[in-house]
């Protein structure tokens, strides 16, 4: 039985129409270029759909859809259109891919396509590169600018430890902030490249001063010297089973071995900006061995994510 979607497109445009009006208000008025603007709002349309700058990515959460492939692109493209109307740019602005998110960190490391369509946007006063077919995600979470803002602020002659890096933004701002050194650390070598990248198109890249480590950042984490590093800036995966890992790691059961070890690495008065994407986390306060440790969520949470949320974000202060 063929799949009739046509008469419920009305009803995603006019959605669509009035969401992104109101966060392009929003928007404007605190110079954000790259901003989501709609999240899940109808089931029968369960895109996250992001503008950067003046191109379009709209990601599909995977479901049980049941139309036949043919349908399902058929559906995409009329999705696309109207995405390109409401927005009144070039349909081939417009980017469309299918969120399959499997367990562990794989998913965000598994390559879908060679196409290499890249942009620079620009965030904060500085620019980054973002692919919009490749990967899973687009290089730039939108969800930590704010995050990202306070590192830089606090910065200025601290030496800066970014773990689990992905494509360097907080490495980036903590380096056009002035930081006496930047260490960059993650699994994955594409990554580390693109954060060089994004350190070099910044004009930020001093390999004297920034250094980015290839390893199972578990492991580099395990042997990190004590009292080395003022910031440590700290987004693990929920969970991870990668087969570069002797171990699995999961973040609710594991946050506070972990904790103990940056702790540990953190000089006296150090700080930890420490976050992850687990729905239901909850930090076990009394087993970490500071009292100085704030709930930032919700000062991190930007106008385009309210309400909309799921990861946790705190500092994590040594004595």
Excluded at 101 to 110: L, P
Excluded at 134 to 153: A, C, Q, S, W
Excluded at 174 to 198: E, F, P
Excluded at 240 to 255: A, C, G, I, W
């Amino acid at each position: 039985m063929q799949y009739d979607f046509s008469q419920k497109l009305p009803m995603f445009e006019n959605r669509l129409r009035k969401m992104y009006k109101h966060y392009s208000k929003l928007a404007r008025r605190q110079e954000v270029a790259c901003f989501r603007f709609y999240d899940h709002d109808l089931p029968e349309f369960p895109f996250a759909i992001e503008l950067y700058n003046n191109v379009v990515h709209a990601a599909e959460y995977k479901r049980r859809h049941g139309m036949e492939d043919e349908e399902h692109e058929a559906w995409l493209e009329a999705c696309k259109g109207i995405i390109a109307t409401v927005l009144e740019i070039d349909p081939a602005n417009v980017f469309m891919k299918v969120r399959q998110r499997k367990a562990g960190r794989q998913g965000q490391y598994e390559k879908f396509s060679e196409e290499r369509v890249e942009r620079i946007v620009p965030e904060g006063g500085l620019n980054f590169i973002i692919n919009l077919t490749d990967y899973l995600d687009t290089g730039l979470f939108l969800d930590h600018r704010i995050t990202r803002n306070m590192v830089r602020e606090e910065a200025k002659g601290k030496r800066v430890l970014n773990l689990f890096c992905y494509t360097g933004s907080f490495s980036v701002y903590a380096a056009h902030g002035g930081a006496a050194s930047v260490t960059s650390v993650d699994l994955s070598k594409t990554y580390l490249n693109w954060a060089k990248r994004n350190m070099q198109y910044n004009k930020l890249y001093d390999d004297k001063k920034h250094e980015f480590v290839h390893a199972d950042v578990m492991e580099v984490i395990r042997d990190l010297p004590a009292d080395t590093f003022d910031i440590i800036v700290c987004d693990p995966p929920t969970f991870s089973n990668s087969k570069r890992m002797d171990e699995t790691f999961d973040v609710q059961r594991d946050h506070v071995a972990l904790l103990k070890q940056l702790l540990k690495a953190c000089t006296d008065g150090g700080r930890i900006y420490f976050s992850n994407n687990y729905r239901n986390f909850e930090l076990d306060r009394d087993k970490i061995p500071t009292p100085h440790i704030q709930d930032i969520t919700a000062a991190t949470t930007p106008f385009d994510f309210q309400g909309r949320l799921h990861r946790k974000c705190y500092i994590i202060d040594k004595l």
